[in-house]
């Protein structure tokens, strides 16, 4: 069973305020995505990486794939109220046609 | 816009009883998905279908069921609702195929009370 371990489970920080969230797993994944969720909705993609050591950047956000494709980073610049919500992680078994998510990452930005 | 809809966003009924969730979406996709949310527990894998009429059991299929009878619609039926399966529930859907990235794309949920 592949599993990924995201970290911090939670975080609490003031606006304008710099963060990271990591995602990390033993196994390889073909691809990996983010999603952003908000309280009573279902997750929202943000972001899809493939490629071992790639980056995206989305506005303040940056994502990173590890060169071996085990492990990503969302850094946040600047965080705003509107970027609060359940950050969650997932790792792509292309093969399997199914993906391991992580437990997510509660943000809350003070204003 | 991939559009993922469910029958319902809050749902209650009585320990016991029969409850079918559905989920249609509006892509043609290959797969669909069903997830519980709990906290603390994170996204748990129910069951998921690639393709019309198959379906494979994920992580917790007990007490559970599936039907995906037509591509755009999954199903996802608790033959009798226990107290435990008060949760979210979550549908999603991805294109599918084994060239993809696996991205998916969910409904709004569906709160599910058992009393």
């Known amino acids: 069973t592949q599993l990924l371990e995201q970290s911090p489970q939670f975080l609490s920080i003031q606006e304008g305020e710099n963060l990271t969230v990591y995602c990390n797993s033993s196994s390889v994944f073909s691809s990996l995505q983010w999603y952003r969720q908000e309280p009573g909705e279902g997750p929202v993609l943000l972001v899809t990486?493939?490629?071992?050591?790639e980056v995206k950047k989305l506005k303040r956000l940056t994502f990173q794939f590890g060169d071996a494709r085990k492990d990503s980073s969302l850094h946040i610049t600047a965080a705003q109220p509107g970027d609060t919500g359940l950050y969650l992680c997932?790792?792509?078994?292309?093969?399997?046609?199914?993906?391991?998510f992580g437990d997510g990452t509660t943000l809350t930005v003070k204003p | 816009d991939v559009k993922v809809t469910q029958s319902s966003r809050y749902l209650v009924k009585r320990t016991g009883e029969k409850v079918f969730l559905e989920c249609v979406q509006d892509m043609d996709h290959e797969n669909m998905f069903w997830y519980r949310q709990d906290p603390g527990l994170g996204l748990r894998l129910i069951y998921f279908s690639y393709d019309v009429k198959m379906k494979e059991k994920g992580d917790i299929p007990e007490g559970y069921s599936v039907s995906r009878e037509k591509k755009e619609r999954f199903s996802l039926i608790l033959e009798s609702a226990s107290t435990n399966q008060t949760s979210m529930y979550l549908c999603?859907?991805?294109?599918?195929?084994?060239?993809?990235?696996?991205?998916?794309?969910f409904g709004p949920g569906t709160r599910l009370t058992v009393l």
């Open positions: 999603a859907s991805s294109l599918g195929g084994t060239s993809g990235t696996n991205e998916q794309f």
């Open positions: 997932a790792g792509a078994d292309t093969n399997a046609g199914k993906s391991t």
């Open positions: 990486v493939v490629t071992g050591g």
